[in-house]
């Protein structure tokens, strides 16, 4: 009998385990039937709209059902482009061009809104006064797969010059106004902040802004794995919707928005005033129009050989269902 009672007394305490268990896997798996969407960024201002995002994700404010975010940082676009080529992360926010020619090479991508508008301006030293003065002279450029090194191409054809008459070297955009500073390069064309640093420290100047050379210029796209938006249709949908509307709470450039950025980017509230003033992070859905302009100057500049077609890299569908 006292076996028995032993018995009995075994079961229903094993019972009560298994039910602490249950209840306590069933929060965890409420937790894990979200998909976390890994997106890979350079820390730049040119993907502001990704911290705003990655913030409000956190504080729950944006109220995801589907989605947890998470950012990968990276120093280098070669290391950010690894890591999404090989599946590492599921996205990224990078130099469109680059993405581009992993299509290109078979990496099943998709570009699904641009990361900003504008916001790329080329630095001189303070004796260029004109395109003409930079015959000669060697200009820094952050990768020739760039829009930066297109909108030098168009600023200089634009002056009658052409793109061999100065010298372009790829640098580190870290490293551009240290560069500019002591002399190695008369001007750079990067992303910002480092740009406005230049300006701020009062060692260069802006000599064009993007817009001046080309309107609606492509720059740095918000990029998704084909798979993970295929696989996760409502999680990458739910994801969108915040990164879109984050970008127009970006867009007002207030003291809370420049606060989530200085915790993403290590510069000064000075250098950062500057280089968003120049950049907006509205209106990023990736027009044909736009993107054929940009094929185009691949090919003019032989930078690729068999650019993707926008209906192959291009996918507009989750930018159109926001809501």
């Not at 993907?47 to 990655?54: D, T």
């Not at 450029?141 to 008459?165: C, R, V």
């Not at 992303?191 to 720059?219: H, M, Q, R």
């Not at 302009?293 to 996918?315: A, I, Q």
Request: net charge positive; aromatic share 8%; proline share 3%.
């Amino acid at each position: 009998m006292k076996k028995f009672n032993k018995f009995v007394v075994g079961i229903l305490m094993l019972s009560l385990v298994v039910g602490f268990a249950g209840c306590g896997s069933k929060n965890t798996g409420e937790a894990d039937s979200k998909k976390t969407i890994k997106i890979a960024y350079l820390p730049i201002t040119h993907s502001v709209p990704l911290y705003v995002e990655n913030e409000e994700a956190k504080s729950d404010k944006n109220n995801f059902k589907n989605t947890n975010v998470e950012l990968v940082k990276f120093g280098t676009w070669p290391e950010l482009m690894d890591a999404l080529n090989t599946g590492k992360v599921d996205g990224a926010v990078v130099l469109i061009q680059l993405a581009m020619k992993a299509k290109e090479q078979g990496i099943d991508l998709k570009a699904v809104a641009l990361g900003h508008r504008d916001g790329t301006n080329i630095i001189v030293s303070k004796d260029i006064n004109s395109p003409s003065d930079l015959k000669g002279k060697t200009i820094a450029i952050p990768q020739k797969f760039s829009t930066m090194n297109i909108l030098l191409y168009q600023a200089l054809k634009n002056a009658g010059m052409n793109y061999s008459d100065v010298k372009t070297v790829e640098l580190a955009p870290a490293e551009m106004p240290a560069a500019l500073a002591e002399g190695r390069v008369s001007g750079y064309i990067v992303a910002e902040p480092f740009a406005s640093k230049s300006v701020v420290n009062g060692k260069g100047k802006i000599l064009y802004t993007s817009s001046d050379i080309w309107k609606n210029s492509i720059c740095c796209g918000l990029v998704l794995r084909n798979e993970v938006i295929k696989n996760n249709k409502q999680s990458v949908q739910e994801f969108v919707n915040g990164y879109v509307r984050a970008g127009e709470e970006a867009e007002s450039k207030n003291a809370d928005v420049q606060k989530t950025a200085a915790k993403y980017m290590s510069t000064d509230k000075k250098v950062l005033d500057l280089s968003m003033k120049y950049t907006s992070y509205t209106d990023l859905k990736i027009e044909e129009s736009d993107y054929n302009v940009l094929t185009k100057y691949l090919t003019t500049m032989n930078l690729l050989k068999d650019s993707p077609k926008y209906d192959e890299f291009v996918d507009t569908s989750l930018i159109d269902g926001v809501k």
